[in-house]
Each structure stands twice: as C-alpha cells, then as structure tokens.
C-alpha cells in the first residue's frame, strides 16, 4: 500500500506554491551544520519505511516511518540536508509544530541549539 492511499490529495492553491517557493528560495546550502544555531526550522520527509515485506528485519520504530530532513537557519538564511534517514526526532527546546505546504511536517525549534544527527535527529539545548 501506498501511502499516498492513506493521504488525502490536497489541492495547493497558486498563491501557496508561490509562497513556498519564495520561502525556500531565500536560503543557501551549506556543507555542514554550525555547533550552535540560534533557530532552526526543520522540515521532515517520510522517505521508507523501517519494515519490508517478507522479511523479519526491523532497522527502526516499528510504528515509524524514515524521514529525511532539511534543516533551515534563519538568521543565517542557509540550509543542511540531512544525507541519511532518521526514524525519530527528539527536542528539548521550546518548539511549534504543523504541517507545512509541500506536505513536510515543519517543526520550529528556538536556541539556542546544536544537532544531533543518529538514527534520532536531536535537537539540544547549550548555553549562550
């Protein structure tokens, strides 16, 4: 099963496409993650599931999926795209979480922060 059967087809309006691609067209790629980061926000991308059929193997949460993610900086309008899959996020901080217009869940977190990137993203607080 697909999981777009489990989604329903949501149709975006104009303004709303053109709305996000003005937001992600701000920000620059980066080849690394600073050690501390005022804000992030983090966008996540189901990409797999932790299960396959036919097989007893279990590479992650049961009752997860595998995400890839983009982390956004906005003060330094820059991004870092995660290059391996996670299949949980933990976050100690202050956070607001919803889903955003390419169908990402969207959580923005408040520093000040580093990130941990394991099979679980982390989001950590540090101090000033």
């Known amino acids: 099963m697909l999981l777009r059967e489990l989604v329903p087809d949501i149709e975006v309006s104009t303004r ?3 709305y996000k691609d ?4 701000r920000y620059e ?13 983090i966008h996540l991308y189901p990409v797999d ?6 097989t007893d193997d ?25 290059g391996r899959c996670c299949d949980a996020i933990s976050v100690d901080k202050k ?4 889903i955003f217009k390419d169908g990402s869940t969207m959580i923005t977190v408040y520093g000040p922060l580093k990130i941990g990137i394991f099979q679980c993203l982390e989001v ?3 101090e000033k």
Do not use: C, Q
Not at 49 to 54: F, H, I, Q, V
């Open 22 to 25: 003005e937001i992600f067209g």
């Open 29 to 41: 790629e980066i080849e690394g993650l600073p050690k501390s980061i005022d804000k992030v926000v």
């Open 58 to 82: 279990l590479k992650g949460y049961e009752d997860a999926l595998f995400f890839s993610a983009v982390i956004y900086m906005p003060t330094s309008k820059t991004f870092y795209k995660i």
């Open 124 to 126: 950590i607080s540090v």
């Open 49 to 54: 599931d932790t299960t396959k059929d036919g």
């Open 16 to 18: 709303s496409i053109a």
């Open 95 to 98: 956070s607001d979480t919803r």
